[in-house]
Structures are given as C-alpha cells and as structure tokens.
C-alpha cells in the first residue's frame, strides 16, 4: 500500500495552474479596491480626486469583466481541486475522507487567521465550511450534482426577490452589532474611510478587523454566499469527476460553445449588471440578484472556454509558464496578496491608503502580480511547495514533506 501524499509537480495540469493564476491576478484587481480604502470613500471625496473621471470608467471596467468573474473561477477549481485530492488519496490506498477533513480542518484555520489579523475579505473560511459538506455528493449521480448546483446558484435570487416583497433584511442586526464594536474603539462613518490609512499600531488595525469580520458576515448573508460557493464547488467535482481538463484536445467543441455562448450573451449582460451597480440597482435587489446570475456565471465560463482555446492553440506558450507560476502557490499567494495590500495601503505600512484613485489602485495591482510571479518562479526553481502550501500540506497527512527539490 503507498502512502497517501499530496500530488506531485509532474503530474499537475499546466491548464489548471494557469488557471488558477488567472483567477488570482482578476481576485487582486477585485480585492484592491478594499485594500486602498478607496471603495469606503464617501462619494464627494472620490469625485474631488483628480483622476475621478479615470477611476470612474476603471470602475465600470471592473464591473463588467471582473466583479464576480475570477471568485467564480476560483471557486470551481476548488472543487476540481477537492475531487482531485480524493481521488489522488483512494489511489494510494488512504482514508480519503479523514485527510480531506483534516485538509478542510486546517484551511479553516488559515482562513481564521486571515480573516482576524490580516484582512476582512477572507474567503477561505468559507471555502473550508462549503468544501466539508461536498463529500455528502461524490457518489451522487451527475444528474443530481448539477441540477443540485443549479438549484443553488439560482437559490440567492430567489431569496432576494422574497425578502424584497417581504420588505425584511436578514443582515439588519449583523450591521447594528458592527456599529457597536465600531462605537467601542471610536471609528465612525466620518473616519469609517481614514482608520486604517492613519492607524499608527496594528492594535488600530486589529480594531477595525474585529469589526470588519462582522461586516463580513453580513456580505455572506446579504449575498447568500454559501449558496453559491456550494454550487460552484458542485461543478467544479462534476468537472473533477470526468477530469475534463486532462483531453482538451477532444473537447474542443465543448470549449468552443462554452466560450461563445458565455462571452457573447455574458458580456452584454455584464455590461447592463454595470450599469446597474454604478446606479445603485434602481430596479431592486432582486433584479440585481438575477442580472448577477445571468451575466456573472456564463462570463466566468466564457473565460474558461476561451482561455482552453487559446491553450490548445499554443500549449507552449510561455504565458502559461507565467500564469502557472502563482498558480501553483495559489494560498501562499492569495494570503500575500494581503500582506501586500496592508503594507502598501495602511498607517502601519507605507500609507498610501484613501488617498490613490482607482485608475492607480488598478496599476498598483499589476505590479503587485508581476511581483507574485517572479516570486513564484523563484521559489519554486528550489522548493516544491509554496511556504504556506507545504504548511498545509504537512498538518492534512500529519508528516514532514521535503520543501527543497531532490535531485
């Protein structure tokens, strides 16, 4: 019986890696936004910034091809991921399940850590939460599996409608409890926008962190998050399930639909949930909810069947090298991306925070990616596994696994 061990470099899907760094390169240019402080702005002071009318249209930019777009991304190849690592431990003859929760175990413990002390936005709590139930669905038939994960998806817009007509929101107490945390240590909605910019002590910034995991639980809420997550971690196992990633070269035609129908209706939709974002959705959450899930998810797929094309037009080419480079250390660099952003943007760091239009928030992002990259590609020319990957790696099968490359 072999040992059951995480997969190794030679047997990974270039496809999947690129992915995977594609996704995080569109989660920078969401995140960064939050990070610069410029989304908390009051709207008087963004407009006074001399590149309001840049940062203007850079928000519509990412209304339409980024919001929601690379979570989505990311969220699927988690569930490609799950199902890889349940089928890569049944192999080598292991308790699949008990290291999988072991796996999930640990990743909610880094997205505890992440979500206190480094940053509100963490998503990978949840991640770890939705990624235990999906072991209730391996044996499932595919029938079930996706028109569960359909179900799912559609689920918040359902809701939205519900509670509009209802005239009830879920979240009311959630914003009132922040509220309170935020009186305890003085942050109001006049400096609501300036604490972390001017915070001289990470105690300042640990204030406004215990309030911010409040704030995000009320996004997972008002956004029924779970459900959707869930959902896409459904598709993604179906995808694992029949690997495929593994023969793109036979499945040329799916990637060519895909791409067509996700981009050519997607876009055009993304732009109208644009509009509808930037006006402070006048025709109601629930239009909103259902814009989102007409335009988001097809774009999402759209992206993926397009960049399968471009893979299988040029498998060698070096952009997928690159792109695979962060990929391949995707927690380390989701997890850095936010050092990053607290050292650029915060009093405790270099300060720049509230203070830098969107167009150069955006910029900054570019260069934050093209950092990960080189970073990426240095460590792995010497170590297999990404610092926080081989962390991870080491507490699921419960063993010190050699970080350097044998030769």
């Avoid at 998503?123 to 996706?146: C, H, N, T």
Wanted: charged share 15%; hydrophobic share 50%; aromatic share 18%.
């Amino acid at each position: 019986m072999q040992t059951a061990s995480p997969i190794e470099a030679s047997k990974r899907h270039i496809i999947l890696d690129a992915l995977r760094g594609f996704a995080l390169l569109g989660i920078c240019m969401a995140n960064f936004p939050e990070f610069s402080l410029y989304s908390f702005l009051p709207a008087e002071a963004a407009t006074a910034m001399p590149t309001s009318i840049w940062d203007y249209i850079t928000k519509y930019f990412l209304s339409i091809f980024i919001d929601g777009k690379f979570y989505t991304i990311f969220s699927l190849l988690f569930g490609i991921g799950f199902s890889i690592i349940i089928s890569n431990v049944t192999k080598r003859g292991g308790n699949a399940y008990v290291i999988f929760y072991r796996r999930m175990f640990v990743l909610l413990i880094i997205g505890f850590l992440h979500l206190m002390y480094i940053w509100s936005g963490d998503i990978l709590m949840l991640y770890a939460l939705m990624g235990m139930i999906l072991p209730l669905f391996i044996k499932v038939s595919d029938k079930v599996l996706l028109w569960t994960a359909g179900i799912l998806l559609f689920l918040p817009v359902i809701l939205d409608f519900a509670l509009e007509a209802m005239g009830v929101s879920l979240s009311a107490p959630i914003v009132d409890w922040q509220w309170r945390e935020c009186a305890k240590v003085g942050i109001t909605e006049d400096n609501f926008a300036y604490w972390l910019r001017d915070a001289h002590s990470y105690r300042e910034v640990f204030d406004f962190l215990i309030q911010g995991a409040i704030v995000r639980i009320q996004e997972f809420v008002d956004g029924h998050r779970w459900f959707k997550v869930l959902g896409l971690f459904m598709i993604g196992l179906y995808i694992g399930r029949h690997r495929l990633y593994a023969d793109l070269e036979n499945r040329k035609d799916m990637l060519r639909k895909v791409a067509t129908w996700g981009l050519t209706i997607g876009l055009p939709l993304s732009c109208v949930y644009a509009w509808d974002s930037m006006s402070g959705h006048p025709f109601g959450n629930g239009s909103h909810s259902l814009i989102y899930f007409l335009s988001v998810y097809l774009t999402a797929f759209g992206y993926i069947g397009a960049i399968g094309l471009l893979y299988l037009k040029n498998k060698d080419a070096v952009c997928w090298k690159i792109l695979a480079y962060p990929g391949r250390m995707a927690l380390t660099n989701y997890i850095g991306q936010s050092l990053l952003g607290m050292l650029i943007y915060y009093g405790t760091g270099f300060g720049f925070g509230a203070n830098t239009g969107l167009i150069y928030v955006e910029l900054t992002v570019l260069c934050v990616f093209t950092f990960q990259i080189c970073f990426s590609a240095l460590w792995l020319r010497y170590f297999r596994f990404g610092p926080l990957e081989w962390i991870w790696r080491c507490l699921t099968y419960l063993r010190l696994f050699p970080i350097y490359h044998t030769k």
